[in-house]
């Protein structure tokens, strides 16, 4: 029995993600936002609910933080306290496979092995889904872009990594596509599940946020009375988290009190929009979530009132960093020694192969425009862009929060592939595209030139015979 197009595309994409969780087999975590994953996970797991911090984990961390328990109302040193800090269910997807697995060493392993079965394989068939939707009339073009997902280096690695992105990419695919659904057959249930994945996608990270509502706004207009499913199926779902860290705190308070924290290091004087190593222990001797909340947002609000002069360029710095080169996870752990020692003409050819597909899909995804019909689907993507990026470009930013869009880059590069490939015939396009399309792709190129010039020291550095002990912070 030959098997379908989705389901080949899994496997080859779960194959190519599993070699590199082999090879992982040994290894640990880093005292990072993983260990803060992990420890809620544990927690979970035990029956002992939401909690971290335990007097055993602050053991590990006494060389790095000093924490103040002063502050810390209910603090159990046996269990922890319970934290509102982090989002739900990535947390809650760990403490399934740890209940699995034990949470012994092996816990890692395991971990990594369910989050490229269940989290980074699908990410090649949704995107052909969703391609499908996009781009109706070419079945070529919807199996190429899966390819991409399949196959895109940096996607590859992620299920190494115990963090929210893993759950977060697959979720947000498969809201769109219940959303695309959703545009032309507004069933009851095409609506629901909309909302229902939306909601999961806010549990795991609620940055996306505005999209989910401008979502459902949107499907209002569209559908009037019929939406409402959308929306009261995401509210349903994402309530009793939002009721549960209001009884917490004793006031109204979101899915995670995180927002002061960023804000804190996005507009922090010795940053520069990105995450800043140093600075970014600031707060984490505050063990209250929402008194850490306040604080950060505070002192973010005085920063921008003592500087209002920063305020554009470092939005312009976080767009930048956004839409960056994927090198920083690569420096970081080449630098700290992770990966051993590789031979500098070894170590570029590496770095060409997982810095070169975003640059291509990116430039190619800029000539998709003059393609492009206006309809309900391309709005609707519209919407997803502008509304992810905005926050990023206001609050904080990094490379790799570029890559929830990556599916949807891999599908627009198919379609600047073959605006590129065939002849251009003036009369039937729109010349202001075109000419979009070209000054976004030279803007896309100067800012990757300045990302490298920027960071010339540091490639330089690493590039030398001892670039693996280099030991840069993240």
């Not at 949704?126 to 190429?144: F, G, M």
């Not at 509502?213 to 569209?222: A, D, E, M």
């Not at 509210?235 to 009721?243: E, F, T, Y």
Request: proline letters at 5%; glycine letters at 6%.
């Amino acid at each position: 029995m030959k098997l379908s197009f989705p389901v080949r595309i899994y496997l080859a994409a779960l194959i190519l993600r599993l070699i590199p969780v082999l090879l992982a087999r040994n290894l640990g975590i880093g005292l990072d936002d993983m260990f803060q994953y992990d420890m809620l996970a544990r927690s979970i797991s035990s029956g002992n609910g939401f909690r971290w911090y335990a007097q055993e984990d602050l053991r590990q961390l006494e060389a790095y933080v000093n924490f103040d328990l002063s502050t810390a109302s209910g603090y159990d040193p046996r269990y922890g306290m319970y934290t509102s800090f982090r989002a739900p269910l990535y947390p809650t997807f760990l403490a399934s496979v740890y209940y699995l697995s034990g949470t012994g060493f092996e816990r890692f392993f395991a971990a990594r092995a369910a989050q490229a079965l269940f989290l980074g394989a699908p990410l090649a068939p949704l995107t052909y889904l969703v391609a499908r939707h996009l781009i109706p009339n070419s079945e070529s073009q919807a199996r190429a872009s899966a390819w991409i997902i399949a196959c895109y280096p940096m996607l590859l690695v992620y299920p190494l990594g115990l963090g929210t992105e893993n759950p977060f990419f697959v979720l947000l695919l498969a809201s769109f596509l219940f959303l695309l659904k959703a545009l032309y057959v507004p069933s009851g249930w095409n609506m629901v599940f909309a909302g229902l994945f939306l909601g999961l996608t806010t549990l795991t990270r609620s940055v996306i946020l505005p999209f989910a509502g401008l979502s459902i706004l949107y499907f209002l207009f569209l559908h009037r009375s019929k939406a409402t499913l959308v929306g009261l199926a995401f509210v349903l779902l994402i309530s009793p988290w939002i009721i549960r860290n209001s009884l917490l705190h004793g006031k109204l308070t979101g899915i995670e009190t995180s927002m002061g924290y960023n804000l804190y290091l996005g507009y922090h004087p010795q940053g520069n929009g990105s995450f800043i190593f140093g600075p970014s222990l600031d707060l984490l001797t505050i063990m209250d979530d929402s008194k850490r909340d306040q604080v950060g947002t505070e002192r973010a609000l005085a920063f921008i009132r003592e500087q209002p002069e920063r305020f554009l360029p470092l939005a312009v710095n976080r767009l930048g960093f956004f839409l960056g080169l994927e090198k920083r996870v690569l420096m970081y752990f080449y630098s700290n020694n992770i990966l051993g020692y590789i031979p500098a003409p070894a170590l570029l050819l590496t770095s060409v192969l997982l810095l070169l597909p975003f640059v291509l899909i990116c430039l190619l995804s800029a000539f998709s425009l003059p393609l492009m019909a206006e309809n309900q689907k391309s709005t609707l993507l519209a919407i997803l862009f502008i509304s992810y990026m905005f926050p990023h470009i206001f609050i904080l930013s990094e490379d790799r929060f570029h890559l929830a869009l990556v599916p949807y880059l891999a599908i627009l590069s198919t379609s600047g592939w073959v605006f590129l490939l065939n002849r251009i015939h003036w009369k039937s396009v729109n010349r202001r595209l075109v000419l979009v399309s070209v000054i976004t792709a030279v803007l896309l190129i100067v800012n990757w030139g300045f990302e490298l010039h920027r960071d010339a020291d540091k490639i330089a550095q690493i590039l030398g015979p001892h670039g693996n002990t280099s030991y840069f912070p993240y």
